[in-house]
């Protein structure tokens, strides 16, 4: 057992105070790279050694396997070897495993071994796709539900409370439901939820088992805190039965999770539930460089309504190093060459390939980074999603590709839309869906029909067949052996880890933010999740974004609005596009969007839309925007799409009152990017021309 004097060593004033609060409800606010595992595992150890606790009457519960694990072999160095550290699942299913038979008279009921056969099931006998895809987004919905304890009666009404973007009508989705409960009790198997809502069950409905657990089980630390939903909280209860010898740990800023139903209101609101808990705040950054801390806290500081609980604010404890870079470029191919070039420079001054990252906001971005790495002959490995050509959705296009090419069938002589019309046979669409794995599958497509506009520009006799080959080529060099290099992971599977150098790559509005986070709640989800992002930086940090995707792209994008503000004054990277011309203003500050009208900043994501703060009086053109409605309804039968998918309401009222004149005053207006200005930019532009000609 680890002595007291050696379990309170080397903590900092705040880590000590949380370890040693007394027996009782504590709660840590832990920042970014403040030392949160640590903490929590010596305060246990000194519970222990302390004789508070023997070692099996400690749960310890988190959410992955890998930080249980970690959470394991810290205690065990500490003396506290018998602490039970787990996952909630893996800790339910102990539990479950040894009070069913107790109370059900046989063993537990396995687990399900393909959930997705099931909904897949449920879905025909409903009558809907069964598509993978399809299926998929079937399941997240059954998963957000079981999580947020709604049940298939309840769903179509929860659903439209908390905004969710179903990828079917809700009555239909309930019946999807309700058929998998049925199909999986009929087969007498639980899935993962199950083991949750069932040890729920057992604890609140039994008085007997309930007292022995809570005999055997006296002390509760649960880590990320945040990221509980309302079923984990659930649980939580059902263990602690209205006892109070509970210690949280988390960041109410690095919450983003809240798409699967988690949520920081226990977190935020722990010190209300408990009133003499002991609450420490721990702000100490040990990970990352000052100026690492400093962008860091200038991200999430620009949040809006931020409750108490989560306004820590990071103070760097290592000595200086770099100023993050920022960098703009002219398309998306640059930006990856660049980077590579950057990752091969900082390899050569001594920095470990496998301390190096490029963080992306969603996996159908990493194509180009493969390719750039593979360009230049550094080794990477993937995390938290399949190489770009591993991608069912990917292998299915190329099959489709080859097909069509051995066939001769090229509708054309342009090669990119040979390529989207082979495409469009396996799911590609002129818009992008709202979101979900349906987004995700349309975003691999659309790279496909990039590299296609790549090659056409460089070989004007370029075909499908060529085309194919190159796409062979491309997917053969880009499967290197498994070796230790650069990792390509997006933002949300880079939570809890850090790298010396990490790459924040596309920071283009419509990107981050995404496009479909279109509320102010989506829309600070996506600043948090930038703010994870910047916070795995130990010492590098390089910040970029590109104004097109594919080489000959038109330059429509912007940086991302969570930039404004951040990049120094006068930065090569202020400077737009063409003519390197410095944006309005003397400062950065300057750059925040403001009102057109009083000057005020705007915040909310409407008034941003519009151009104005929403007390500023609105100078629509009613007759415009009639017509604008008008023309809308007749694109919308057109491409046999719902109107919105055209241009939002708030949308056309932006337009309306700014009226622009040209492709760049309209791509502007917050929510068109060049793909609107393609399809809709000319018609746009002649109505406003006809509407003022009538003036």
């Not at 999986?184 to 657990?213: P, S």
């Not at 963080?359 to 750039?372: D, G, P, T």
């Not at 190489?387 to 002589?413: C, H, I, K, W, Y």
């Not at 496009?515 to 795995?536: K, P, S």
Request: one cysteine or more; aromatic letters at 6%.
């Amino acid at each position: 057992m680890a002595d007291q004097p050696r379990l309170l060593e080397g903590l900092d004033p705040e880590q000590r105070a949380a370890v040693t609060a007394p027996r009782g409800p504590v709660c840590v606010l832990a920042g970014a790279g403040t030392g949160k595992t640590r903490t929590i595992t010596h305060r246990i150890a000194h519970l222990v050694q302390r004789g508070l606790v023997v070692p099996q009457q400690v749960l310890a519960v988190t959410f992955t396997a890998r930080a249980a694990g970690e959470m394991r072999t810290r205690l065990r160095a500490l003396g506290a070897a018998g602490v039970q550290a787990q996952t909630f699942h893996a800790a339910a299913f102990r539990q479950l495993r040894y009070f069913w038979p107790r109370v059900h008279d046989s063993q537990v009921w396995p687990l399900v071994d393909n959930k997705f056969r099931l909904v897949m099931q449920a879905a025909n006998r409903v009558g809907l796709s069964t598509e993978k895809e399809s299926v998929r987004d079937l399941a997240g919905e059954i998963e957000w539900s079981k999580s947020c304890l709604i049940s298939p009666d309840q769903y179509a009404t929860a659903a439209a409370r908390a905004g969710r973007d179903a990828p079917v009508v809700p009555q239909q989705l309930a019946k999807v439901f309700a058929t998998y409960e049925e199909l999986k009790n009929d087969a007498r198997m639980l899935d993962f939820d199950d083991l949750l809502l069932h040890t729920v069950a057992i604890l609140e409905e039994h008085a007997e088992v309930a007292e022995e657990f809570r005999g055997r089980y006296r002390s509760f630390v649960v880590d990320e805190y945040q990221d509980v939903n309302p079923l984990q909280q659930r649980v939580l209860d059902a263990w602690l039965g209205g006892r109070d010898d509970l210690t949280v740990v988390g960041d109410a800023n690095q919450t983003i999770y809240s798409f699967a139903g988690a949520a920081p209101k226990w977190l935020i609101g722990f010190p209300k539930r408990f009133p003499e808990a002991a609450v420490v705040r721990l702000e100490r950054d040990y990970r990352s460089t000052p100026q690492v801390v400093s962008l860091a806290n200038g991200v999430i500081g620009a949040a809006r309504e931020r409750p108490a609980g989560t306004r820590l604010k990071l103070i760097g404890q290592r000595p200086d190093g770099p100023e993050p870079d920022f960098a703009e470029y002219d398309h998306e191919p640059a930006e990856a060459e660049a980077i590579a070039r950057k990752i091969a420079a900082l390899a050569g001054k001594g920095v470990a390939l496998s301390e190096i990252a490029i963080l992306f906001r969603v996996n159908a971005q990493s194509e180009v980074y493969e390719k750039a790495l593979s360009d230049a002959e550094i080794p990477y490995q993937v995390r938290g999603g399949e190489r770009f050509f591993n991608r069912p959705e990917v292998r299915q296009a190329v099959v489709a590709l080859r097909t069509a090419a051995n066939r001769g069938a090229d509708p054309g002589s342009d090669l990119p839309a040979s390529v989207r019309a082979v495409l469009a046979e396996v799911g590609l669409t002129e818009e992008p869906p709202a979101g979900g794995s349906a987004r995700e599958r349309w975003e691999s497509l659309i790279a496909l029909v990039e590299l296609a506009e790549e090659l056409a520009a460089i070989a004007d006799e370029a075909d499908l067949a060529r085309y194919v080959a190159e796409l062979e080529l491309r997917a053969e060099a880009q499967h290197p052996p498994t070796v230790e290099g650069v990792t390509l992971a997006s933002l949300h599977s880079a939570k809890g880890l850090e790298w010396d150098a990490v790459f924040l790559a596309g920071l283009a509005e419509g990107t981050l933010p995404i496009q479909h986070a279109d509320d102010d709640a989506g829309i600070e989800e996506e600043r948090r999740l930038l703010y994870v992002g910047v916070t795995r930086a130990r010492e590098h940090l390089h910040l970029s974004w590109a104004l097109a995707r594919a080489a000959d792209g038109r330059r429509y994008r912007r940086r991302s609005r969570f930039l404004y503000g951040l990049i120094p004054e006068r930065h090569p990277a202020a400077l737009t596009a063409k003519g390197r011309t410095p944006e309005p203003g003397p400062t950065r500050k300057q750059a925040t969007p403001r009102c057109r009208n009083c000057e005020s900043v705007l915040v909310s994501t409407m008034d941003i839309k519009l151009g104005r703060c929403s007390t500023c009086p609105s100078d629509v053109d009613e007759g415009l925007l009639d017509r604008l409605r008008a023309w809308r309804g007749d694109r919308a039968k057109q491409l046999k799409v719902p109107a919105y998918v055209v241009f939002t309401d708030a949308t056309l009222t932006a337009i309306a009152e700014q009226r622009p004149s040209d492709e760049a005053a309209l791509v502007a207006i917050s929510g068109i990017g060049a793909s609107k200005v393609r399809r809709f930019g000319d018609d746009v532009l002649a109505l406003i021309q006809r509407e003022n000609d009538r003036n």
